[in-house]
Structure formats: C-alpha cells, structure tokens
C-alpha cells in the first residue's frame, strides 16, 4: 500500500476509500472546511469552502460548486453516496461522522465581512437537517489552519505555524 496525498484547492473537494491516501487541504481563513467520515464503508471526503452562499456567483456555483457552502455540501455528499454506494438520504447519514475546521477571521480586524462566522452557520445549517451536524470542530480565531485526513485512520489532523499540530 503506497501511500499518497490528495491535495484540496479553495473551491474543491474530494473522496476516496483508498487507505494509502491523505487528503490534505492548506491555508483555511475564512474558508472552512469539511471533513467527512463514513465509518462503515471506511470513507472519507473534504471540502474547502470559501463563501456561504452561491447566489452571488452562479457562474463559479456552476464550475466549481465546492466554493460555496450552498452549492458545495450537496456536490460533496453525492459523491460520498456513489462511492460508499448508499444513497444521499438516511443511508449516507447512518455512520457518518462530520467535523470542521477554519472558519477564522484574518483578515478582517474590524468584523466587517465576518466570512468565516457566516460560512460556519451556512455550514451548519444545511448539515443539520441531514443529521450531520459536527462532532468535532476547530473553528473561529484569528489563525489560518492545514487540515490532513487519513483515509485508513479517520484521523483529522490540523496544523498551524507557530501554533504546532494537534488532532480533531
């Protein structure tokens, strides 16, 4: 088993059941990612999403739907359903484990835009009508963070200069 990264843009996602895989995610600002765990079929995905809402951009929600919060969660999920070959609805939700991470406020010392606070309640409240509300999150702050999943261990690491590594 050799073992390899998937790397996640701002704006994309991905999945695998591949337990020689990493799927890795730099820079998390305001965006916020996504990371989900679907235990029984030993899957994993995660989504780096910059904004919470697509209808100020419906020509990037079309290219790139894993940009916005709106858009991006449904692309994400229906690829988990193809690959753990359960479906969107109950089945998918049955064993998944969600957790998130960014969501900070960098750039924005006078609480302006608050991209972060508001992409992690767009996040939250599409996730909890589906029961997949989060188990585990590292959000808010002022510090930019990586995200690193294994797909063979389910371990969410996060890691940020000056600040170290720790586990979600």
């Known amino acids: 088993m050799?073992?390899?990264?998937?790397?996640?843009?701002?704006?994309?996602?991905?999945?695998?059941?591949?337990?020689?895989e990493k799927i890795k995610t730099f820079a998390l600002g305001s965006c916020v990612a996504v990371i989900f765990l679907h235990r029984p079929s030993r899957s994993v995905g995660l989504i780096h999403v910059?904004?919470?809402?697509s209808a100020i951009s419906p020509d990037i929600a079309a290219k790139r739907p894993g940009y916005f919060a709106d858009t991006g969660i449904s692309a994400i999920l229906k690829d988990m359903a193809t690959l753990t070959g359960t479906g969107t609805g109950n089945g998918l939700a049955r064993g998944m484990v969600v957790k998130m991470a960014?969501?900070?406020?960098?750039?924005d010392s006078n609480n302006t835009f608050n991209i972060g606070k508001r992409n992690i309640l767009a996040l939250k409240k599409i996730l909890w009508p589906l029961g997949m509300g989060p188990t585990a999150e590292d959000v808010g702050g002022g510090f930019s963070r990586?995200?690193?999943?294994?797909?063979?261990?389910?371990?969410?690491?996060?890691?940020?200069?000056?600040?170290?590594?720790?586990?979600l």
């Not at 910059?50 to 809402?53: E, G, S």
């Open 2 to 20: 050799t073992s390899s990264n998937k790397v996640v843009g701002v704006g994309e996602f991905a999945v695998s059941a591949n337990p020689g």
């Open 50 to 53: 910059a904004l919470p809402d």
């Open 102 to 107: 960014g969501g900070a406020n960098v750039m």
């Open 146 to 167: 990586t995200v690193t999943v294994g797909v063979a261990s389910g371990r969410v690491m996060i890691s940020c200069a000056g600040k170290g590594e720790w586990e």
